[in-house]
């Protein structure tokens, strides 16, 4: 995955991507990050870990039992309309 597809899928610039993960690293990703990074990335019913975000110990991924496939469905589709009304705010601010 590219450093802008990545951000987009988090939500944040590539510039913040690449500030973090380039060939010079200028920033250490923020605690709000690694909890953007958390919530989004997800496999199944697991999350990831802190553990092995933070120190790499530990399993990438750990059970999360609050996680289940309706409450994904429904915060992709709260994504996708908070996209929608992103896109017409914009377009409302041109007006």
């Known amino acids: 995955m590219s450093k802008t597809a990545f951000g987009s899928h988090l939500d944040v610039n590539r510039s ?6 380039g060939k010079v690293k200028r920033q250490n990703p923020t605690t709000w ?5 958390k919530e989004r990335v997800n496999d199944n019913n ?3 870990s802190y553990d092995w ?11 999360d039992p609050n996680i289940s496939e309706i409450s994904n469905d429904a915060m992709e589709e709260l994504r ?12 409302l601010k041109k007006s």
Not at 33 to 37: A, D, E, P, Y
Not at 53 to 63: A, K, M, R, T
Not at 80 to 91: C, F, S, Y
């Open 80 to 91: 996708k309309e908070i996209e929608r009304l992103k896109i017409e705010n914009a377009q």
């Open 33 to 37: 990050f690694l909890s953007r990074l």
């Open 46 to 48: 697991k999350v990831l």
């Open 53 to 63: 975000l933070l120190d790499g110990v530990g399993p990438q991924y750990i059970e």
């Open 16 to 21: 913040m991507i690449s500030a973090m993960a």
